[in-house]
């Protein structure tokens, strides 16, 4: 985890949180706290919902499944199946362990390990239902190298 | 009906980290809109832009260590997004959002009410006006440019609730 950053005016945290519908949110939550390695801040399961909170710095990944589900399918394809939400970014240390892990799970490769042009490494994988998760050695948004699968 | 008692942010990770935010990526139909859009709200201005192979281009928008990455592809055309999110249903309930996948994020800001007024003014759509969560937070969805939901939350004192969790 980096040092903190300096305050910075009109958030109470630097932070971007993501959430996301699930199918099966527990295979989602098993994904990301056991595979990618995120702490869980809580969960909590009621009549109507289901959810996982995990953290990322002090960020957020979030899942939810509901008793009653979305009218529309996952749109699948990252960033060019659907205008929206379509992808969102880890700052990994080690690109290649976590990538090697979610392999090992089961997750497919979009975007193989690739250099960037400062120096840098990023990788896409799939997680269970398909959401795209870019894992980043720096905040960096270089694709030029990217070779999609 | 069940609860995890809540850890903080500084609980053992299984990962290496090298930053303390996720980055969040949105595809856009038009994307002067969707600049327009989040920094008349929120002060995020273009750093950088990178091509992406055969697809288009990702335009990174932020401030300090917040990013947005919005992609447009040039000939690519995309399929419409299916507007709604998550949030507290008019009559009751939990809205669980137009489709499966990526559906919501949230910025943690410290003058909700200020981003609801600024909003207003400039016409945008409010999903979930303000709400009062709890004593300890307020929360409020807007839709961008093209439906996304996007969340604001403020809390009385966001550590408290970092190392407490939902409120009980």
Partial sequence: MTTAEPPLTGFSRAAIEVGMIAQDAARLAEFYGQVIGLPLHYSQENEVLRVWYFWCGHSRVKMSEHADPPPHPHPGGGPFASIGLSWFTLPVGDVAVVVDRCVRAGSSVRVPLTETIDGGRFAVVADPEGNWVELRDRAGVDWSGARFE | ?168
């Avoid at chain 2, 090298?18 to 002060?43: C, H, I, K, P, W």
């Avoid at chain 2, 091509?51 to 281009?57: I, M, R």
């Avoid at chain 2, 939350?153 to 190392?163: I, P």
């Fill in chain 2, 1 to 168: 009906m069940g609860y995890t008692k809540a850890q903080g942010p500084r609980a053992a990770v299984g990962v290496d980290l090298v930053g303390d935010t996720v980055q969040v990526g949105l595809t856009v139909g038009r994307l002067e809109a969707s600049l327009a859009f989040y920094r008349n709200l929120l002060g995020l201005e273009l750093l950088t832009t990178s091509q992406v192979p055969g697809a288009g281009t990702i335009t990174q928008i932020g401030r300090g260590p917040v990013r947005l990455n919005l992609f447009s592809g040039g000939d690519h055309r995309p399929a419409p997004n299916h507007p709604g999110g998550v949030g507290p249903a008019p009559q009751g309930g939990w809205m669980p959002g137009g489709q499966f996948g990526i559906r919501w994020f949230t910025f943690k800001v410290d003058d909700l009410a200020g981003i609801m007024s600024r909003a207003a003014a400039l016409g945008y759509e409010v999903a979930v006006p303000l709400i009062e969560a709890s004593p300890n937070s307020k929360f409020a969805i807007l839709r961008d440019p093209d439906g996304n939901s996007v969340e604001f939350v403020e809390y009385v004192d966001v550590t408290a609730y970092e190392e407490r969790g939902q409120d009980q």
